[in-house]
């Protein structure tokens, strides 16, 4: 349903030192570190400067950072990264942007404004997909082998950074390429990650279109594919820094709409939230489970009966009051956001990957702040250019 093709990859000849984590979840104080290393991939995805002087910036640095690159012959690549506790892998490939815009690639959440532009205006200045979107397909055993065949050959980029091992292999072969286009041919392919990203590519795909040019780079985006079954999605948590009510006054408020009760398990059941206030934890479930989608999620339900009509935080997006925290964190983790003086901690049971299949499928929308998916994936580890 979804063509893929190979792609001729840029990366770095020090990639452990030109490869970052997405720019979106690096902090100012973390690009200010990376900053330190001139060699840091940092300088081209969040640019110094204000306003439109940042894209200059990053075209700059884009063309300075060429003389380093190595250009790869039209290949595919499979990306794993692992440890002791997780390995997560899948194939590098260009996706088309007209099967994105036909609907045939699935997403589950609206763009916003403003980081939309931000990213049309980087990809026009970079003329570079810096960063993957995040393809998941239904678990597929064909693909699966066909990575674990690739992967008995010597990886062309291997490095330990943010407590991974990040490996690739490439794939040049016409023939082993082809196999996996065909592979690829019949999957629903849906966005874990990457909304922005990939719709940004589209936007410059449609101007190229609308000046003549409907053929070239500009038509594909890079991509990650991976099997729904080798990939985590992990607790996106909510954390309110003061209550609008005593906590008792809280917990009878929310009695009309959940069973609440003091707990001591470490971690929540689906449709279950672990709540801290007060010193204490307790058990959150709802008494009733809504019916819908989107409606029947965990992070919905908190949102629909907690914090929107007793919490006031009705926008958890723009409200100041609420913040978030994903990954890999314990309930002893969490506490930790408590005891530092925040009022009220919520610690969350993750989105499945399926229920973000049901959503896409029924071309409906997340609640901001659904899901987290760990391992990051590198960016500006292996690239695409678009003319």
């Known amino acids: 349903m979804v063509a893929v093709k190979e792609f001729a990859g840029y990366r770095h000849k020090e990639p452990q030192e030109f490869a970052l984590k997405p720019y979106d979840v690096i902090s100012d104080a973390e690009a200010t570190e990376m900053r330190k290393n ?64 036909d609907g045939k690639i699935k997403i589950h959440e609206k763009t916003r404004e403003a980081p939309l532009k931000d990213r049309i205006k980087h990809l026009e200045a970079t003329k570079t997909n810096t960063g993957l979107i995040w393809l998941i397909f239904r678990k597929n055993g064909k693909i699966k082998r066909m990575m674990s065949q690739i992967q008995k050959e010597k990886p062309i980029i291997e490095f330990p950074k943010y407590g991974f091992t990040h490996k690739v292999w490439k794939v040049s072969d016409k023939e082993t390429i082809q196999k996996v286009k065909d592979a690829f041919a019949p999957l629903e392919l849906y966005i874990a990650d990457g909304h922005h990203r990939c719709a940004s590519a589209a936007e410059i795909y449609k101007r190229r279109v609308a000046e003549g040019k409907p053929n070239g780079e500009h038509a594909y985006v890079e991509a990650f594919c ?6 985590r999605i992990m607790p996106y948590n909510r954390i309110i820094r003061k209550l609008p009510m005593p ?31 007060n010193r204490q934890w307790w058990s959150v479930k709802p008494k009733k489970v809504p019916k819908g989608d989107v409606e029947s999620l965990d992070v919905s339900i908190i949102q629909n009966d907690l914090l929107a009509p007793i919490l006031g935080i009705a ?4 409200d100041p009051n609420i913040f978030f925290e994903g990954g890999v964190l314990t309930k002893a983790d969490m506490q930790k956001f408590g005891d530092a ?44 250019k678009i003319d």
């Not at 991976?226 to 990939?231: F, I, N």
Request: proline share 6%.
């Open 247 to 277: 906590f008792d006054a809280l917990i009878e408020k929310m009695g009309e709409k959940f069973k609440v009760k003091p707990a001591k398990k470490d971690k929540p059941a689906h449709h279950e939230v672990l709540m801290y206030g």
């Open 341 to 384: 003086g925040n009022d009220l901690v919520l610690y969350m049971h993750p989105t499945s990957m399926k229920e973000l299949m049901r959503v896409a499928d029924a071309k409906k929308d997340m609640p901001p702040k659904s899901t987290w998916f760990d391992p990051k994936l590198l960016s500006l580890l292996v690239f695409h």
């Open 315 to 318: 926008d958890p997006r723009k």
């Open 226 to 231: 991976a099997s729904e079954d080798e990939l």
């Open 38 to 101: 001139y060699k840091s991939g940092i300088f081209i995805e969040i640019p110094l400067g204000e306003g439109e002087e940042k894209y200059k910036v990053a075209a700059k640095e884009t063309e300075k950072f060429s003389k380093e690159l190595i250009v790869d012959e039209p290949s595919i690549y499979v990306y794993e990264e692992s440890s002791k506790e997780f390995t997560q892998r899948g194939f590098v490939v260009c996706a088309s942007l007209q099967d994105y815009l």
